[in-house]
Every structure is written in C-alpha cells, then in structure tokens.
C-alpha cells in the first residue's frame, strides 16, 4: 500500500481543518489582533493545500506574499492606527443577526450547488514535472502580454502610492 | 545557450507592434510623463501637455489604425496557437478614441480648475506629474478594458483602470471628504474585484481556458444540453455573475452602486467628470464584448434566465438611480444618481439577446443602440459635469442654489446645460432622445415590452429632478451678480451641447448606421498570432462539466 | 471636386463661423468676430461661383438627368415604428440644379456685402462696437447658413428644417434689440405670424408623404410622384401656399414684415428683403411641378400676388418711416414674384427675385446709412436734403430707386417687364394691376428719395451734420449698386443666359402652358410702357414733392377718409388683433390659470409616490460603509436565490 492513499487524506483534512478553524475564529473574534492571528492560519492552511496538490510555486507565493507580506502590513496597520492593542469590534445584536442569516443563504445556497454535481476526479497532478518552469515558460510566452501589463499597473500604482504616503511639502 | 534563451523570448515583430498601436500610444504617455518629470523637472504644465499630445495621438493612430483593421480582418496579439490576448478592432478603436477625448476633456477641466481655483490649485499645480500619470494610467487600464476577450487580462484591466482612479479621487489628501470617498472605492473595489476573480477562476476551472469567445461557445452548449444538472446551470450562472460583478461595479449597477454618489462627491470635479463619463464608457464596452460572446451564442437555443436577469438588474437600476435622484441638493451627487440610472438604461440594452449571424452586417440592434446611447451619453455627462465644474469655480458651491439665475448671469453655461439636462431626460430634440429611442426601439422588437413601460415610466421621473436646476437657473433668481468663465471651458460645454443638438436630429441616422457597423464588428474576428513557438506546449486537459456530473 | 463637396463646404463655411463667433467669443477678440463671418461666407461665396460653373457646364442633353438627381448625403432619420430593416429612410440629401445655383449665388453675394457693411454698421461713431456685436454676427452666419440649407434641400423635410431655421434666425435677428419693446414684441409677432403658414406648408408636406411614401423632391416631381398625386394637387398645392404666403409676407399673412423693421438695418436689408422673405418664391417655384398640375392654385398664385403687390404699394406711399415704406414695397415686389409664379412664368419670378435681391438690399443699406448718420431716426418728416452731405448714400439710394422704380435699362426694368409681360399673356386684370403697381411704385420710391435727399437741408434734434458712413459701409453699397444696375443683363429674355438655364429645371414655361391667349401686345410695345409709367411715377414724384409740396397736403386732406384708411395699413393689425389675438390672450389667461391651480395641484400629489420613494432610498446612503456592504451582500444575495430558482 503506498504511503500517499492513507497520508493524503489525513493531511488534507489536518489543512483543511486549520482553515476552517482559523477562518471560523476570525469571524467569532472581537479582538483585531487575534483576527489577525487567526488568517495566518487561514492563509498558511490553504499553502499546505496547495503543497499537497504539488502547486509548489502558488503555495510559496501564498505564503511569501499573504503570510509574509499581506499580514505584516495588515499588523502594522492596526498597530499604527488604533489607540489601543486591544480594540475591540461590538457588532450589535442585529447586525450579527443579519450577517448570520445573509452567511447561512449564502452558505445554503452554494451548498446546494455543489452537492448538486457529482464531481469526479480529474487526474492526479502528481505526475507532473515542476511547476515553477511551467510557470515561467507561461509568463514569458502565452502571458507575456499579461506580464507587461502587470508591470505597467505596477509602476502606475507604485507612483500613486509613493504620492498618497509622501508628506505634504 | 544565450541564444536559445533570447529564442524563447518574445521577438518584437512590427505586425505585432503595428496592430497594438493605439495602446502604445496610451502607455507611451504614461512614460513621457515620468521621463520628463525626471529630465525637466516636476511641472505640471508639462505634463498635462504632454496628456493631451499623447491623447491626440492616440485618436491619431487610431484613425490610421481604422481603416487597417477593416481591410485585414485581423487586430490584436495571440499566442501561438492561443486565443487572442488583445484585439484593437474598430470596436475597441471606437472607445479608446472616446476615452482619448475625455482624456483630453479632462485634462482641459484640470487646467481651468487649477488656473481658476486657489483653494485647490496649489496642491494640484504641485502634484501634476502624479495626478497625469494616475490619469493616463487609468485611462489606459480602460483602453485595455474594451480591448480583450481574454479573462485574465480583464481582470488585468480592470484592475489598471480602478487602481488609479481610487488615488486621484483622493488626491486632494487634506480633504477628509476626498479621502473616504477614496477609501470607499477601494472597499467596493476589492470586493466586487474578488468575486469577479471568483467567478472567473470558477469558469477557468470548468472549461481550462480563459478566452471568453470559447467560454461562450462551451457555455452556451452545455446550457443548452437537457443533461445538464440543474445545480451545474445554477453554478455556471453564479460564475458568469461573479465575472459580471467586476463590470456592475465600473457602471455601478445595482446593487454595486453605493459607492458611486460618495465617490462623486468626495472627488474634485474633473476627476468626478472622467469617473461618469470615461469609466462608464469603459465598462460598457466590455459588458457588450462579453455579452456578444456569452449570451449571444445563447438566443436561440435557451431561453435563458440570465436576460431575464440581467433586465431586472436594469429595471432596478435604472428605477433606483432615478427615484434616489429625487431628494438631492447637491448637483454631483445628483448626477451621480443620474449616471446610476443611465447605467440603468444601458444595461437593459444587455437583456436584449437577438441570434445574428456571425459575419454579417447586421448586428443586434440592442449592440448598435447601446454604442449610439454611450455615445450620446458621454457627451451630455461631459456637458453637465462641465457646466456644474464652471459654476463651482465660478461660485464655490455645487448646490442647486448655486445654480439659480444663471440664465441671466451666464446665460451660454445655462443654455448648454439646459441642452444636457433635457437631453438627458431623453426629451426631442437633443440626443438623449434618439439615443433612448433607438434602445427602446430594439426593446420592443425583442417582446421586452414590460422593460419598455419601466424605461418610460422612469424617464418621467427624471424630468422632474433634472427640470429643478433648469428651474433654479431660469426662475429662481437670487439677484447674485454675473460672472465669466474662461472661454476654453465655455467651449468645452458648448462644444458638448452642440454635438447633443447634432446627434439629435441632424445626424441620427448616420450615428445608427454607424454603431451598427462598429456592432458587427463585435463579434470574433482572427486575431494575428505573434508569438514565437512555445517550447513546451503546456497540456490542457478542460473536462466538460457535463461529464463530471450525474445522468 | 464633386458637386455635392462643394454643397456640403458651402453649408459648413458659414455654420462654422457662426459656431466659433459664438461659442468662443473670445473677449479680447470680440470686436474681431464680424472676420470671422466675412471668411466664411466670403468662402462659400467662392464656392458657390465654383458649383454655378459647375452647373452652367453641364450639357444640354444631359440636364434633365443630372439636374433632377438626389444627391444624398447619409442616411438621416426613419419615421416610425415599422420593421426595423424595411422602413424608408430620409436622406440627408441636397437638389443642386440650376434654380439652387441661382438662389446660393444671390444669397451668398448680398450677404458678403451685408457683412461687410454690418461691421461698420454695428459700431458707433467712435468705431466701439455695440453691445451684443459678437452676437449679431454668430447670428447672421447662422441665418446664412441655414438659407444655403434651404435652397440646397434635397427633400421635403430638410426644405422644412431650413424653413424653420430661418425664420429662427429672423425672430433672433429682429429681437436683437430685445431690451427695447418694441423689437421684442416684433420678433414675437413675426415669428408666431409665419407660424401660422408653416402649418399649412407642414400639412402641405404631410399630404405628399401621405399620398406618395417618400418627400424627395427626386421622387415627388417625377413621374411616378406626381402620379401618385393626382386629384390631390391643388389641396398640396394650397397647403404649400400657405407657408408662403406666411414667409413671403403676402396677404393676409404680411403684417409681420413692416414690424421687422425694429431689427438693425443690415438684417432688414438681407433677411427681410433679399433672402429669406424670398424663400416662398423659391419654394412655389421649386415645387412648380405640382403647382402647374392645378390651375384653381395657379390662379390663387398669380391673384394673391397682383393684389398684395397693389395693396402693399398703396400703402408704401403713405408711409413716413423710410424702412417701413421700404418693407411695403419689398411686400409689393414679392407680389410681383407671385404673379409671375401664377401665370407660368417662375423663370421671370426668379429672375425678379435675382434683381430684387440687389437692389432692395442696397436701399435697405443705404436707409441704414441715413439712419446712423441721423442717430436711429428714420422718419422723413425729420431730416432733408441730405444729399449734400452723403453723396454715396444719396448716389447708391438713386441707382437702387431707379432699379426698383423699373427705370429702363436698370435691373429691376428687365426683370419687372418679363413678368408684366407674361401675365398680360394669361390674365388682363392681373396685367392691368401689375402696371398701375408699377406706376405707385415708381411713385413712392421716388417720394422717398425727394423728401430725404433733395430740398433745403434738415436734421433732427441732436445731430449736428449729415456725414457720410465709413468706408466699410459705402464699398458694399457701391459694388451693390453695380448689381442693382446691371443685375439684368444676366438673364434677359432673349438670349439671356440665366432665363434659359433656369427654364431647364422650372416647370411653368409660358410657351407650354400658356392657355391660348395671344400676346396683347408685343415685347418690345410692353417694355415701352412699363418704361414710360416708370418715367410717369418718377416725374410726378419731383412735382408734388420737389415743386409743390402742397399738392400732397392737399391731396391728403381732401380725401382724408382713404388717406387714413390707408395710413393706418387698412386698419389689418387692429383687425387681427380684436378678432384673433385678444380671445387667445384670454384664453391664455384661463389656461394659465387651469394649469396653476388645477394641474400644478395634480401633479404635486402624483410627484408625491416618487419623491416618498426617495426620500427612503435616501435613507439607504447614509455614507456608512458597513451599511453599503450590506445592501450590496443583499443583493446579491437575491441575485442567487433568483439564479437557483430560475434553473
């Protein structure tokens, strides 16, 4: 028996059990900070996901990017704009009401799209070769147009931040 | 070694270069403007004549570009054996001469509001080379916009187009108004960009390709299978909205729309005037290639629930943005009402499926409609928000007060207001009628009889909110004295009036005639392939969904 | 360069002047504008000598098809709300034949001139422009470009739109002066007064779309057209009439013309003598293919026209406002014109028209000259003997009288004798009207010329001499005098080249519809007489005024009751005004009221849903992120549910 057919599923569901927790847990909590905590889980669990399904690059940009840049910037935002470390959100008995009843229909109705298809799985991605080559192959050639665009909303975007920080005088 | 390296890059090709022009045009003005800002140092005189040269430019190679495309049948950039990435036909020539008007537009605004305003003219005299290259950034991001069918550079697009208009609509950074109406474009971006990269990765994941003509052609045959599940229909549906989600919030639709009058009011008014008219314009060029590719396909062979949809979404609308028009003071805010409304309108030409033949020279007369209303529309946008930016630099205030008796203190702004104004209720003989005639005409031939009755019913509506400022200018005068405007701006909205007094009656035929054959253009052409042989073909395996699912 | 270029330039030169003097309005280069409109037009004149060329270069076999061509611009508009691909199409399409070379040439010349003169005219006595300068010449541009609109229309509808644009340009041109009263109320009155005719030219129009499917002049005057039409000419023809009647000032529809003399000069000179009061000349001659088909309205033509022409000349002779004597007689002429019209002879009809053009211009001009150097006053009760002082005005006012007065060998002599002589060949009392008008007008002109130019010098209170105008005012008089004098030479029935060029496209030639009646006179016996009562009226001008002034007092007082009668312009104005626009005034007044009081209330409960409506909608933008977050997850929310529900 290979190792992969029993570990596969323990692993995914030990991922997917972090991102279900942590996302669960942004939502419950009342403090920033934690909530801030609680979406590295969210954000490192989907890299394990991604890890698993041999999405080697997504997976280190997930983690470089989200876990490393997204959520530094996101601490030091509330560091430097709260008054205190321990603010806390009080939503209201009725606004909680209402998120809680808009999240369920949502949930009811996605749920009941996807259980409505059986899905069936498409061929295992593990036979593939490295996927960082196959991602540079793609962006120098078939996204290359994409790529240069990117690049010119950087450098646009890049001016318009430098403009928005930059003191007056 | 090096040079199988240099092999697999892209070679510059002068086909390639030739057929992107008017796009080069656009980001060649964005690097003109950072370069001389580096080698002349930061003027804004300079930079704001370098937008409007780059503009003119643009318009120039496009009208080189026209007749090139028509003569070929090919325009654009595609991969090897790929889908087309860009694709700069005479559809997308149209709009991005549009927005290279508004951008000159624009930026003529910016220099009377900085030449008459001193309040706000020091910061914005200061900050010129950031304002031009944010705007021209945007303004290329728009270009790109109506210039692909490709999902992952609409998502590219859109993104290049947003992101800089929620900087400029800020710009002014001491003012607080400006600031969380910047703040609130962002939140209302992000979130409808994250559900359009939700539906779009949804429809990437289905079909493996991101080419919206090939999506439309899959779509459309799966929905039209009897074998499909009702749940894979429901899915496909909840991805094309997410996809649709991206465009409601550029032509804030309902229920995208919230942002809209904040950000109108918070920004300075010529950025308010490029938001109304260019972004719009933008959007809709795109909801039309998309619909052309998605829906159109469909006509025949589904009645589908998505046109039904989508008209409710533009009955809603359109009704919204007029009643919430009603109690408004503020003249931005009241024509940011009034463009949620219009978007309302336009997008009811969505709704309007109708099977025609690829190749032929007939289009859906709801495509042809469409281009002549956005058409029409930029021009009585640009004369409204023109004519409400001459008196706020000329008052201080953009209430309707300020507005009274301007029949007598400047009686040109008010005449090509008062043009814009009825024009925009869709009264005879100016534009805006011909315009709303031309859509409801198609409306009625399609059965959406009941899409007719609520366009009309809410044209009567906005006569009586449009009407106040043409009453507040011609019977309610408060004695304040007369005052001049600089003649660039007195031009501008004249200029604007007139051409809604010409595609009123004198030209309206023409116009139709035309949009009708920039409509035929829509749909696909061959895009010219200019890419170098991949080395390794990356292997598609799109399972349909219809195999996956239950029998 | 194909005809229709030169067409389409001709239109745009002078729109285009008019748009950048108006919108643009430069205030450093304000009194700059009138440049501006001299390019334009001066261009389009060039352009319009180049198409006349053009037209008079086509060949004799080859007329009947070119000049019955549509030249079609774009596709305009569609009527109705039929199938989508199989309507009809209006064109925006132009006529261009010899008739509309004839009437863009006399436009555009007189109107080179009266731009000229205007930038003198529109100034004081120091050179400063009048207030509104910019604006009279985006005006004048305007009205010019929308007369060559007329003329070049290739359809119906487009003829109609020029109509229209026209008369617009008159009521703003009349109202110029809109500060004062009077020139408000006039504006008022001209423009609702041609109103009433154009209802009847719009019927007119409607009829021929009702009957033959389509108003291209290309379609309606052919064969196939004017099938379609039968048993329905003379009610088209009527219709047609009525519009102008209206814009030509014809009886009972002229009251408005003396009124627009309250405009500045120029526009009296270009708009109400020379060129728009013409375009119902120009319409009944255009549409002479239907016209022809009904005698009863050939009848009504020429009768119409005799009686205006006497009528109006009755009056010019009590007159003492030398632009008002000038408008009854401009009245009278187009009579004439009308006449000429009726009894088949359209070719005379625009060759007076042609003539007219020059020398009724040019007296309006030379009016306006006295008026300035006189400081606005206008009565010939007041000043005399200006000759002395004004030897171009007095000269030009001479040439332009004896033109008007039929002096032989002067234009108006040529052009006059032809349609006397035509109609002597159809009617013996439409001829006999014809000459004693002719004697009245000799008349009156010259009783103008004796009382203001000859006889001791006199000035009105406040003007301390009479000088003559500046140099900008008195060349385009003196090149008009030069049209005025020799204007004639162009078309002269025998070998003339206008007349034959003209009879190629009208319909109405004597030689094919004249109804047997043998010519009463020769020729040659007809220009002896209509010159000799020229010489008459003009002598016994000289006589009562210059000789024996007391002859007209007395003659005056002695018939005292027809004096007033016609003093007072028969008492029409009072008429109309108890008959006609006192009840509307009430019922104006009553309306009002109902609207105020009844659907003012009416509406303000209906407006009530709407507004209810938004006052809640407002309370949805409270500008709190969280509650906009909300309303949009709502939505989409139903945007799902419906999407499921749907498949």
Redesign the interface.
Known sequence: MNVNTWLEPIVFFLFAGVVLFSAIGIVLTRNIVRAALFLLGTLGGVAGLYFLLMANLLAAIQLIVYAGGTLVLIVFGVMLTSKSPWVRFAPSRS?AA?ATT?GL??FA?LA?????????V??HPADQPATVR?VG??L???????FE??S??L???M??????ARP?N | MLLAIANSFWMPDLDAVVAIGPLWGLAGTIVAIVLAALVLGRSAAVSSVITIIGATLTAWICFTHAPRVAQSAWAGLAPAGGSPMLLVDNFAILFILLICLFLACVTGLWMIGASTNARESAAHLRNGPEFFVLLVGSAFGMALMVSTTNLLMIILAIEMASLPSYAIVGFQKRNRIAAEASLKYVLFGAVTSALMAYGISLLYGFYGTLDVNEIGRLVSTELAATDTPAAAKALISVALFGLMAGIGFKISAVPFHFWCPDVFEGASIEVTTWLSVASKAAGLGLLLRIIAAVLQPLAETFDNPLSTTVAMFAAVTCTVGNLAAFPQTSVKRLLAYSSIAHAGYMLMAGAIIWQAKPGSDVANPAFAALIVYIIVYLFMNLGAFGCTALVYWATGSEKIEAFRGLGRRSPLIAAAMTVCLFSLVGLPPFGGFIAKFYLLMALFKSNLVWLVAVALLNSIFSLYFYSRIAYAMYFADDGKPAFSVPAFGRALVIAAAIVILLTGIPIAGGLIGRANQFASHLYPIAARTTFAEPQAAAAKDPIPLAARSAP | MPSQTYAIWILLAPLLAAVLIGAVGLRGLRDKSHWLAIGGVAAALVLALMLFGQIRAVPEEARADIFTRSHKIYEWFRPGFGGLASLKWFDFEFRIDPLTGVMLVTVLSVSLMVVIYSSGYMRDHHGHPERGYERFFAFLALFIFSMCLLVLAGNFVLLYVGWELVGLCSYLLIGFYYPKPSAAAAAKKAFIVTRIGDFGFAMGIFLIFWRCGDVSFAYVFSQAGLAKLVGWETPVALLLFCGAVGKSAQLPLHTWLPDAMEGPSPVSALIHAATMVTAGVYMVARCGAIFTESPTAMATVASVGAITAFFAATIAITQFDMKRALAYSTISQLGYMFLGLGVHAADAAVFHLFTHAFFKSLLFLAAGSVMHAMGGCIDIRRFGGLAKGMKVTAFVFWVGGLALAGFPFLSGFWSKDEILHAALGVSLPLAIVGYVTALLTAFYTFRLIFIAFHGPLKLPQGVEHAHESVPAMTIPMLLLSIGAAGAGYIGLQHGGKLNELLRTVLVGRLEEHAPGMAHVMSPEAAMAMSGVLSAIGILSAWYIYRRKPMIAMAAAFAMRGPYELIKNKYYIDELYDAVIVRPLHDLGKFCYGFDRYFINALLWIITAIPRAAGFMLRSLQQGAIQGYAMGMVIGLLVIVVAVLSAT
Do not use: F
Not at chain 1, 112 to 120: A, E, L, N, S, Y
């Open positions: 606004e209402a808009i229909v949502l109705a009941k799209i996807v259980t409505g298809i059986d899905w069936t498409a061929a196959q192959n793609l120098l050639q078939q996204y290359l147009v994409p665009v990117a010119v909303l450098l646009v975007v001016i318009g931040a430098a403009y928005l007056e």
